[in-house]
């Protein structure tokens, strides 16, 4: 077998290997049809308690969606425990989201164009996604695995920061019998050295062409 072959079937493999690496992962899910909203006039946090577990990488946030009735803002926020595991700290925020005379029926996407929203896990971690939204945004939801869902006041500000910590102690409602219509999806950023194989072995296959 010559080298350019042995270079190209390398190539093939570690192509397949990126593109399996760069696969969506959804954490949450935004399309379960609605069968109540929260009640107006009190801004929350809801934190889904279904977790997904990524690897240790830096990721692009790509969409957020989202169950939404009503007028007002919702932040779009994603969550790992802290390292007390007395409760969550922020890994990820993204900017408000405007909704205006929405119906929970509807799903309301927000897109994210490649490296505009990232984070950074440095080994592997559960990854929870969860929104606040204020009194007039009403996120959808309907029965399921459970939800910490927070209406205290001391919890619903209206602007987050990467590294702020929510308490358990601080949920109103922990484990609400509740799965809230809240979808992230992430794909991983490639290591730069597989960047650069990528180009060797697009070279390879530009040299078997030419032959």
Do not use: C
């Amino acid at each position: 077998m010559s080298f350019k072959t042995t270079l190209l079937s390398s190539f093939v493999g570690l192509a397949f290997v990126t593109a399996s690496q760069a696969a969506l992962t959804q954490i949450g899910d935004a399309n379960l049809g609605a069968t109540g909203v929260d009640t107006a006039g009190q801004s929350r946090i809801n934190i889904e308690l279904d977790a997904v577990n990524l690897a240790a990488g830096t990721y692009n946030v790509t969409q957020f969606e989202l169950g939404v009735d009503g007028t007002g803002n919702v932040t779009p926020l994603l969550f790992v425990r802290n390292g007390a595991n007395n409760g969550y700290t922020v890994l990820w925020v993204g900017s408000d989201i405007g909704v205006t005379g929405a119906a929970a029926t509807v799903v309301t996407t927000t897109n994210y164009g490649a490296g505009a929203e990232q984070f950074t896990l440095g080994s592997a971690t559960d990854v929870y996604v969860g929104a606040w939204h204020d009194g007039g945004a009403l996120v959808a939801w309907q029965p399921g695995n459970g939800t910490d869902h927070d209406g205290g006041v001391a919890q619903t500000p209206t602007s987050f920061a990467v590294s702020d910590t929510l308490l358990d102690s601080d949920i109103s409602h922990s484990g609400i019998g509740r799965t809230y219509m809240i979808e992230a999806s992430v794909d991983v950023v490639p290591e730069p050295s597989s960047a650069v194989l990528l180009g060797l072995g697009g070279l390879a296959l530009m040299l078997r062409r030419r032959r």
